[in-house]
């Protein structure tokens, strides 16, 4: 794709993903209009006469607000990680979870609610105990002889189905009538519990790496041309690898810690995105980022206004992404570089 093509596509992504926010803030059983969404905005940063009801300001800047913007960060993170590991393992069926993330924060979370934990506790155990699932399967895949890219996601799934026994394990001792149920809830994904304070910190890791990631995005493509020409190059391919799965291991730690496990997106987005603008990762990424806004930002609408009960996340996440992902499958071209 030509660098003028791609800048547009990039632009109106991006305006997609503003227009998506404002629905976003719009929709719910409480109705807003558009006008009254800018009004409540504009006020916190420039002082306007208050023509509005309270009930409104508080819907938009307590509960959306933090929610969409949540669902946006969450689905960037897992997208581009998506991006980012199709690209480094070259096989179209890998996940931000090929290494056990998930289920080493399931893990975490189910053990913080156990103890009856509070939601800060639960979202930082999560997110050691996906950082310590990914670092016990790089140190199997390290301990091997055979040290390739399908050593290290047999590893992710030997350490991952390990992490997804003791999350079983959880469960069986939890107390079906209060544990279990939050437990079960939290596995299956949702931003219903999502403040400021959960935004705030999970912005603070995510959003850098973010930027590192995009910054890096050109190694994608040196590392798809192979270790020698890497070398070549005057690239370490080994310090790259270490450094992008590093990256986005803290991305989808953070997510999974935040949201709860969502499955798909970073698998479906990647490939509706390269559908778009092509393989070349230096534009793969930017657009993943922006589409995996606002596909999550989609789904969360759905979620919480489909029925008078909140739908899961991971539950429309596989509705939808399995056809969508079994159809791009028909149709997609054989090059993964």
Known sequence: MKRGRFLPILLLTWVGVLAVLLASLCLGRYPVAPRTILQVL???FVPIAHTWDATAETVVWQVRLPRALAAALVGAALASGGAVFQGLFHNPLVSPYVLGVSSGAGFGAAVAILLGASAVVTQASAFAAGALAVSLTWLVARSGRDRSH??????????????SSLVAGAQYV????????QIVFWLMGS?????????????????????????????????????????????????????LIGLTTMTTAVSVAVSGV???VGLVVPHLARGIVGPDARRLIPVSIAMGAIYMMLIDDVARTLTMAEIPLGILTGIVGAPVFALLLRQSRSDWG
């Open 174 to 181: 939890a107390d079906p009538s209060t544990k279990l149920p």
């Open 191 to 243: 931003l219903a519990s999502v403040q400021w304070g959960d935004l705030l910190r999970a912005t603070l890791l995510i959003l850098p790496c973010l930027v590192a990631i995009t910054l890096l995005r050109w190694k994608l493509n040196v590392l798809s041309m192979g270790d020698d020409e890497a070398r070549s190059l005057g690239e370490n391919p080994g310090m790259m690898r270490i450094t």
């Open 150 to 163: 399908v050593t290290l996601v047999l590893a992710g799934f030997v350490i991952g189905s390990l992490f």
């Open 262 to 264: 969502i499955g798909w």
């Open 42 to 44: 504009i006020s916190r």
